[in-house]
Nanobody
């Protein structure tokens, strides 16, 4: 079992930055693929970024590539999403997710989810 708690969301102006963190519990955290997803009102949950267990491989959705960076610290059981040059279209609830295996960038590949943190980008 893995429990996930996100933090770091808030309101920021376009062009600004936010840093989201996800604290995970569970002894096997270091073996999990960790991902970030987001869901805007009226839209489906979509993939943002993911990082493999050894941090040797990362993946990003096209709209965030070059602006967002995912990282993890297995010693601290944390995953971070650094978001720079934010745009109004980045406004959404951001969710941290965990998969015990290599996961494709779709929600159903992830078994554990946090409750989400709101990110609002004003124009």
């Amino acid at each position: 079992q893995v429990q996930l708690v996100e933090s770091g969301g808030g309101l920021v102006q376009a062009g600004g930055s936010l840093r989201l963190s996800c604290a995970a519990s569970g002894r096997t955290f270091s073996s999990y693929t960790m991902g970030w997803f987001r869901q805007a009102p009226g839209k489906e949950r979509e993939f943002v970024a993911a990082i493999r267990w050894n941090a040797g491989s990362t993946g990003y959705a096209g709209p965030v590539k070059g602006r967002f960076t995912i990282s993890r610290d297995n010693a601290k059981n944390t995953v971070t999403l650094q978001m720079n040059n934010l745009k109004p279209e980045d406004t959404a609830v951001y969710f941290c997710a965990a998969s015990p295996r290599v996961a494709r960038p779709v929600p159903y590949e992830y078994e554990y989810w946090g409750q989400g943190t709101q990110v609002t980008v004003s124009s």
